[in-house]
Structures are given as structure tokens and as C-alpha cells.
């Protein structure tokens, strides 16, 4: 059949005859652009298979462009030459969903498994960063280089919020090999390394521990709910929800009762100290109560978040997230000798490695432990770790004296 250079604009503005047009490539044999009388446009192959020439449709003109046409008829014609039957996984690919689809259900089955919050910021990152991109897209047809492209693409603006949307995207695909929508082993996003996160958390030593501790005893009077919450926040290591969400019913003679936490039901060991903090607290104790009724809600003229930046100034702390208290229990236990599975066990991490990104250790600490393993190194060496006298001539590799 006669062929022509078939460009994107010549696919676009063919017209439709009294029969089938094929235009078929000069560039790919067999590859074409097939016409109907009704202006229909697809992307097909023609070829021979187990001796008989056979048309396969790609896909319509509207749902794909002529470079992704070409490069998938050249993958037939490959898989042809290699004795398949590509008409099979063409048939298949059509009834695959699309991501958006795939979206739908990966909703519908881990909806029930996800706090209110969680589910709102995964939802709002399908419909602002992930859909429009590969929404109308088939999931079995999501390869590495899409991913790649799109994750570089919105890395430019905003690294963190990419991040985040790699991650969803990420477990959907897992989801998409569990529901038997892609092969096992396929996930596209593997490979891909996330953005590096930067550096912002930090804790408290003892002294700025000590400034902290004397601010928050003069505005004890002021915020007296602040207080006791950022006291509590500071000597148990929970988060900021956990606290203030917090209800006499959750209070136990030595712990802390969670019923929900970000991951999931825990109990939370209580000190002497917190639990005379707790101990302090006015009004009844209603069961049903909360223990930081005014700080429930931020607009309130009580709000912890407005208590704690005030006395993060006034004790010269610098910037400081009420989240750091949790950094500072951490690092204060590390330092104090307990091994990184008990703290684990404290804050209610899953992971060892979840604890050690909290676990931030003081210069002075690290010194100290440098010179205990050197001593213990230098005893079983039998060497002599006094440091020389300061006078004493040292014979030198090369026979010069000093």
C-alpha cells in the first residue's frame, strides 16, 4: 500500500472518504492511521500473525498522539516478531481502568482505615496533583518515565508537597497490583528517590529547658490550661492532638489510655511529675470531660498556640514547634541512657528508624560517650590514654626530634 510521512497535522485534518483510508508510515512499516466514512480516527497495526495479515487497533486518534501511537505500534511489531499474539493484550488493556478509576476504589476500600484528616489530605492531594496528571490515563500503562516526568515537574514549586503526592501515588499502585490491575512487581514509582526533607526539628536542652520551665511559672495565672498542657506535652512526649484531645476517661492511676493516635490505640506510661500536673487541674471530673476544654478550639482567646509563641520569646528560645517537645523527651531519654526500642515503645513509634529521627543528641553528650568507648577501647589495648607531658621530645617517623 502506498505509504505517507504521517505527521500529527496530517492525522488531524485527514478527511474521511467514501471508504477506509489507511495512511500508512513511511517511518514504521505497518504502522497506520486508519479513516471510516463516519470520520472516525484510530491508530492501528497490520501485520502477519501465524500467517494471516491482521489489523490490530491501538487506540482512537483522540486518546493518544501519533508519538505514542508509533512507539506502541513498534512494541507489537516487536512482540509479533518474537511469536506473540499482542490482539490478546490489546483486548486486555481496553477493559484496564483508568487511574482516576483506580482512585475511586483504592477510596472506597481504605476509606474505613483512615483518621478524618487523613482521608481530607489524601483527597485533596488526588484532585490537585495527581489526577490531572494521570487521571485518564490506563493504570497498566503508568510506566517509570510518566512517573519521573511528573514527579521532577512538581518538585520545582513545592518538594514537600510532592513528596506527599509520591507517597499516594506510590501505595495506590501497590494497591492497583493487590486488585489485579497491573502485573505484581510493576509499581512505576519504584526507583524514584523523594525530595531530601529539610532539617527543622530540634530540642531543647537543659538550660533553655530550665528558661522554659521559669516563663511558664509567670503565666501560669494567664493561661493556666496552656500551661499545664505545654508541661504535659513536654514530660510525656505525646503529640499536641493527643493532649489536647484528651478526656478524664483516658486517665488511668499510671497511664494514659489513647483510643486513637496516628498509629492507632496505645497507652502512655505517666512519671511522678505528669501525673501532678493532671493531678492540678481544676474542675470536675466528669468522664466525658476534656482536660483542656479552652484550648479545644484555636480561636479561642486561651489557645496554646498563642501561649507558646509568647513564652518562646520571652525565653529566648528561638523558633520552636510545640512538636520539638516530643523531639526534646526523645533526645533527653537517648542521652540518659534507655535504648532507642524503649523510646520507641514511649513515644509509640512502629519503626526504630521513626525513633531515631528523633533522637537529636547533645555536642556535650556525644563527647562524653567519645571518651567512654576510648577509654574502654584504650583499657582492653592496653594503652595508655594519659596525655603526654607537654615538654617531652618525641622521636618522630624520620629521625627529627621535637
Not at 13 to 39: C, I, N, Q, W, Y
Not at 55 to 73: C, D, G, K, P, Q
Not at 320 to 340: K, Q, W
Amino acid at each position: 500500500m502506498p505509504t505517507v510521512d504521517l505527521t500529527a497535522r496530517l492525522a488531524r485534518e485527514s478527511k474521511p472518504g467514501p471508504k477506509d483510508t489507511f495512511l500508512f508510515d513511511k517511518a514504521l512499516a505497518g504502522f497506520a492511521l486508519r479513516v471510516h466514512p463516519s470520520g472516525r480516527k484510530v491508530w492501528i497495526v497490520q501485520t502477519r500473525i501465524e500467517g494471516k495479515t491482521r489489523r490490530i487497533v491501538i487506540a482512537r486518534h483522540s486518546e493518544m498522539t501519533l508519538a505514542e501511537a508509533r512507539r506502541r505500534a513498534r512494541d507489537i511489531l516487536a512482540s509479533v516478531r518474537a511469536g506473540d499474539n499482542p490482539a490478546d493484550d490489546i483486548r486486555k488493556e481496553k477493559t484496564a481502568p483508568t487511574v482516576a478509576m483506580l482512585a475511586e476504589e483504592y477510596l472506597r476500600r481504605c476509606d474505613p482505615y483512615w483518621k478524618p484528616s487523613g482521608r481530607e489530605t489524601i483527597r485533596i492531594y488526588l484532585r490537585a496533583r495527581i489526577l490531572p496528571a494521570f487521571g485518564r490515563m490506563r493504570v497498566d500503562r503508568v510506566g517509570p518515565e510518566d512517573v519521573a516526568a511528573w514527579f521532577d515537574a512538581v518538585s520545582r514549586d513545592k518538594p514537600g508537597a510532592a513528596n506527599r503526592a509520591f507517597e499516594i501515588l506510590r501505595s495506590m499502585m501497590f494497591r492497583a497490583e493487590e486488585y489485579g490491575f497491573r502485573e505484581p512487581g510493576t509499581n512505576p514509582c519504584l526507583g524514584i528517590k523523594k525530595n531530601p526533607r529539610r532539617d527543622v526539628a530540634r530540642f531543647l536542652d537543659t538550660d533553655e529547658l530550665a528558661r522554659l520551665g521559669r516563663v511558664l511559672d509567670e503565666h501560669e495565672a494567664r493561661w493556666p490550661e496552656a500551661v499545664a498542657a505545654i508541661r504535659l506535652l513536654a514530660l510525656t512526649g505525646c503529640r499536641r492532638g493527643e493532649v489536647l484531645n484528651l478526656r478524664w476517661r483516658d486517665i488511668g492511676q499510671n497511664a494514659i489510655t489513647l483510643p486513637e493516635s496516628k498509629t492507632g490505640p496505645r497507652s502512655v506510661p505517666l512519671g511522678a511529675a505528669a501525673r501532678a500536673v493532671i493531678e492540678a487541674l481544676p474542675g470536675p471530673r466528669d468522664p466525658d470531660a476534656c482536660l483542656f476544654p479552652a484550648n479545644a478550639g484555636r480561636s479561642t482567646p486561651h489557645n496554646i498556640a498563642n501561649c507558646w509563641q509568647t513564652v518562646c520569646d520571652e525565653a529566648n528560645l528561638g523558633k520552636v514547634r510545640l512538636h520539638d517537645l516530643r523531639h526534646t523527651t526523645a533526645s533527653h531519654a537517648v542521652m540518659s541512657g534507655e535504648n532507642l526500642p524503649l523510646v520507641g515503645k514511649l513515644l509509640g513509634h512502629r519503626r526504630h528508624e521513626t525513633t531515631a529521627g528523633y533522637a537529636h543528641l547533645a555536642d556535650g553528650h556525644l563527647v562524653e560517650t567519645a571518651e567512654r568507648v576510648g577509654t574502654l577501647i584504650a583499657e582492653a589495648m592496653a594503652l595508655d590514654s594519659a596525655p603526654p607531658p607537654s615538654h617531652a621530645r618525641v622521636r618522630r617517623r624520620y629521625g627529627r626530634w621535637v
